[in-house]
Nanobody, 125 residues
């Protein structure tokens, strides 16, 4: 049974850091896309970062470049989203998702077929 589990959210002040983790289990495939999305109240869900487990490719959306990094630990089936210098605008529910059998981009929710529960990130100014 496929499971996607995201964790690591919390509450920080602006300028602070958090690290989110996404653990994937139950996949029979070695190569697939794992992504992080976020959704703030009243806004659409947007893609933040993605990696491909079959290589070294990764992606960050422009608004987080220079502040966030995404990394993959294949030995642990885990993707990390390190978030530094957090802004109040980064506050949202963050979701981890996986895609099998398609291109990792475009980074849109409709592309991804396995989802974890969200983890809340709160940033106070």
């Amino acid at each position: 049974q496929v499971q996607v589990a995201g964790s690591g959210g919390g509450s920080v002040q602006a300028g602070g850091s958090l690290r989110l983790s996404c653990v994937i289990s139950g996949f029979r495939y070695r190569s697939y896309c794992i992504a992080w999305f976020r959704q703030a109240p009243g806004k659409e869900r947007e893609g933040v970062a993605a990696v491909f487990t079959g290589g070294t490719w990764s992606f960050l959306t422009d608004s987080v470049k220079g502040r966030f990094t995404v990394s993959l630990d294949n030995s642990k089936n885990t993707v990390y989203l390190q978030m530094n210098d957090l802004y109040p605008d980064d506050a949202a529910m963050y979701y981890c998702a996986a895609l099998i059998g398609g291109a990792c981009l475009p980074l849109t929710p409709a592309q991804y077929n396995y989802w974890g529960r969200g983890t809340q990130v709160t940033v106070s100014s």
